[in-house]
């Protein structure tokens, strides 16, 4: 996985945090902060990833650029199936499994 520092950069204006509120709040160094912003490395483990994007205020999978991608009828469809009780979510799975067409 590759962080994108322009997504780490955004996210912390948004928050209205500095990085040294990131180490902070994380508990390592403002060193290690600003290397995961400059692009020069990242956290080493999930639980990690998991810490930056609460203190940054952000989705995991936005904080690693997964979310950019989705269009808003992506969205729509992610919305409305996390909206549904377990049940009826694998059976709307089921449907979308059985209907899925591969990519020409």
Not at 36 to 45: H, K, V
Not at 94 to 103: I, T
Request: hydrophobic share 45%.
């Amino acid at each position: 996985m590759s962080l994108d520092p322009a997504i780490l950069h955004a996210a912390l204006t948004r928050s209205g945090k500095s990085q040294a509120d990131v180490s902070r709040l994380m508990g390592v160094s403002k060193a290690t902060v600003s290397r995961w912003f400059a692009g020069q490395g990242e956290p080493e483990t999930v639980d990690r990833l998991r810490e930056l994007a609460a203190a940054l205020e952000i989705s995991l999978a936005a904080m690693c650029g997964e979310d950019a991608a989705a269009n808003e009828r992506e969205r729509m469809l992610l919305r409305a199936f996390r909206s549904q009780d377990p049940s009826q979510a694998d059976a709307l799975l089921a449907l979308l499994y059985a209907n899925a067409r591969p990519k020409p």
